[in-house]
């Protein structure tokens, strides 16, 4: 990237429902225990959206929250990327939603769907679209999923394991030698049918038998999936490293998908991070999909934890089956300017390290 404009991360922002869902009234429908699930996943509760919230609105409040930071205007904001599995509708893109409740009149927005490795296809296209606009502006990106609306409560592979929520980052001009460094893109669509909502497109249209079946319930292959993380996560984590000249030892924050903290135990001796402090905030927030990163990253960044010029690295996966994966030099930002919209609880949450 030399002789081009550093692009990198100005500020955060994130939004989680106010009610609590403990292990307990998961367990119940699921035909376990409270006990099995922190066992299998490390989770012991999430957050559930509000019958009135929408995947839009959760975007939109966590996009004010890192507005807020920067100090920026939504008329300044020249893009708007919501990366989503769980829109608010097939069509229009959420995205187009949440620019008209921020009042980004002057974005171009758009989705982006990657599942749960979502957050960082996104901000790669939007870092790379920003390179191309005049000086002084900025892009909107956004994680936001609200899976409790297309789980099967009794199916204990999936309903153990996900949460609402919502994160965002705005991007925009940094200092030289700050901000994105290298990213790292990958699909294997020969595996795409271990993660699927069957039902509700082309291929399957609503209807009185998809319901039945159902076909628009979240279905994942557990197993297949942790073989999929075993066997692409540490590949791609070292070939972006390589691409960015840059040693495993050199980065000190590792933020991936909070998908299971159990299955992130066991590939972490493989990923050539032993210097880096792993980030989990699956404990208390469970698999948020494509908000679990920008959420943490908020969390993170909210408590201080993140230095000026230090290296993170941010990996998704999820389906598709999809790797993304950016390593970024932090750059400073206006903390002071700290929006106080996220609920006052979100700070509390203990971060794993």
Known sequence: MSGQQ?????????YLPAEVI???EIARGAGVTAEWIERKTGIRQRR?????????????AAARSALAEAGLDPERISLVVVATSTP???QPATASIVQSLIGA????????????????FALTAAERMLRGEPEGSYALVIGADVYSRILDYSDRKTAILFGDGAGAAVLGRVPAGQGTLST????RGDQHELISVPAGGSRRPASASTLADGGHFFHMDGRGVRGFVQDNLPAAIKGLLAKAGTAGRTVDHFVP?????VMLAEVWPELGLESATCHLAMERLGNT???SIPVTLDLIHRQGALAEDELVLLSGFGGGMSVGSVLVRWAATPFARRSQSVRESVPELALAG
Not at 48 to 60: C, G, K, Q
Not at 184 to 187: A, D, I, K, N, W
């Open 88 to 90: 608010d509708h097939p």
């Open 48 to 60: 559930r959206a509000a019958p009135h919230e929408a995947t839009s609105d959760l975007a939109a």
């Open 22 to 24: 403990g292990n307990e």
């Open 184 to 187: 790292s893109l990958l699909t």
């Open 289 to 291: 999909g494509a908000a």
């Open 105 to 120: 009149t002057n974005a171009a927005a758009f989705d982006v769907n990657a599942v749960c490795s979502g957050f960082v």
């Open 6 to 14: 550093a692009i990198g991360i100005i500020s955060t922002g994130s």
């Open 257 to 261: 998908h909070q998908a299971n903290s």
